[in-house]
């Protein structure tokens, strides 16, 4: 029997996101193996969801490694080396909430690192994008929003492309509102991303 390709999930909050990763896999409809996540905050709940998954589990603290007078980048070559142990088919990014220097994507040469962002390419790099995508749209700025999935380079949020998918605002929207509508669309975007980028890393 041919062997399930493997990821590994990045998180650094609740995990929804890695939830519904979990739950593709289990239900064969993300074919692979998600063989580890690692989260930068202890006490995010994502790893209770690894581990009720039955995944291994991995935590790292860049403030230790201040505290050690390490740096940033040996920071992340710490985590480019954790990931290296699993040999991931891929990496992926399910609201990993730190900017990975080249370091990191050195230990990834063959771009197989993918990101879930809450906005459209180039509208709203970086942190808290929904709450921005709310504002603009109550300053009239944009009519909707949405999300995407792209490979992770250098540049935040600048990757190519996987998948993007528009998300209507209402005028009656809270950002309550608007959140778990995106939060929604999140969960079935993330598989069908992951699973996109899996064939097209398994034609290269
Ligand atoms: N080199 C890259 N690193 C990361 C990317 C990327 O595309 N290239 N995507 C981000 C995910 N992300 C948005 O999708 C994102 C997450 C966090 C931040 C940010 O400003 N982080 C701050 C700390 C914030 C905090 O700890 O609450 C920081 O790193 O100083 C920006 C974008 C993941 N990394
Ligand atoms: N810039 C990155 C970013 O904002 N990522 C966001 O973090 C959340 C993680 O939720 P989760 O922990 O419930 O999966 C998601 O909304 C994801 O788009």
């Given at each position: 029997?041919?062997?399930?390709?493997t990821?590994?999930?990045l998180?650094?909050?609740?995990?929804?996101?890695?939830q519904?990763l979990?739950d593709?896999?289990?239900?064969?409809?993300?074919k692979a193996?998600?063989?580890?996540?690692v989260?930068?905050r202890q006490?995010?709940?994502?790893l209770?969801?690894?581990?009720?998954a039955?995944?291994?589990t991995?935590t790292?603290?860049?403030k230790?490694?201040k505290?050690?007078?390490?740096s940033r980048?040996?920071?992340?070559?710490?985590?480019?080396q954790?990931i290296?142990?699993?040999k991931p088919?891929l990496?992926v990014l399910?609201?990993?909430?730190h900017?990975l220097s080249?370091?990191?994507?050195?230990?990834?040469?063959?771009d197989?690192?993918?990101?879930?962002h809450?906005?459209?390419?180039?509208q709203?790099?970086?942190?808290?994008a929904i709450e921005r995508?709310f504002?603009?749209?109550?300053q009239g700025?944009i009519?909707?929003?949405?999300?995407m999935?792209?490979k992770?380079?250098a540049d935040?949020?600048?990757?190519?492309?996987i998948?993007?998918?528009p998300?209507?605002i209402?005028?009656?929207?809270?950002l309550?509102?608007l959140?778990?509508?995106?939060h929604?669309a999140e969960?079935?975007?993330i598989v069908?991303?992951?699973?996109?980028?899996?064939d097209?890393l398994?034609s290269?």
């Amino acid at each position: 029997m041919a062997t399930l390709p493997t990821i590994v999930v990045l998180i650094s909050g609740s995990g929804t996101n890695l939830q519904a990763l979990i739950d593709a896999t289990q239900q064969g409809q993300l074919k692979a193996k998600i063989v580890a996540v690692v989260s930068n905050r202890q006490k995010a709940y994502g790893l209770e969801r690894a581990r009720l998954a039955g995944i291994p589990t991995e935590t790292v603290s860049l403030k230790k490694f201040k505290d050690q007078g390490k740096s940033r980048e040996d920071f992340d070559n710490f985590v480019g080396q954790l990931i290296d142990q699993y040999k991931p088919t891929l990496v992926v990014l399910a609201g990993w909430m730190h900017i990975l220097s080249p370091r990191f994507l050195s230990h990834f040469p063959n771009d197989n690192v993918m990101n879930l962002h809450p906005a459209l390419p180039g509208q709203f790099d970086g942190a808290h994008a929904i709450e921005r995508a709310f504002e603009a749209f109550q300053q009239g700025k944009i009519t909707h929003t949405g999300i995407m999935v792209h490979k992770v380079i250098a540049d935040v949020d600048r990757g190519q492309v996987i998948l993007q998918q528009p998300v209507p605002i209402l005028d009656t929207d809270t950002l309550e509102d608007l959140e778990d509508r995106i939060h929604k669309a999140e969960h079935e975007l993330i598989v069908k991303g992951a699973q996109v980028f899996l064939d097209q890393l398994a034609s290269l």
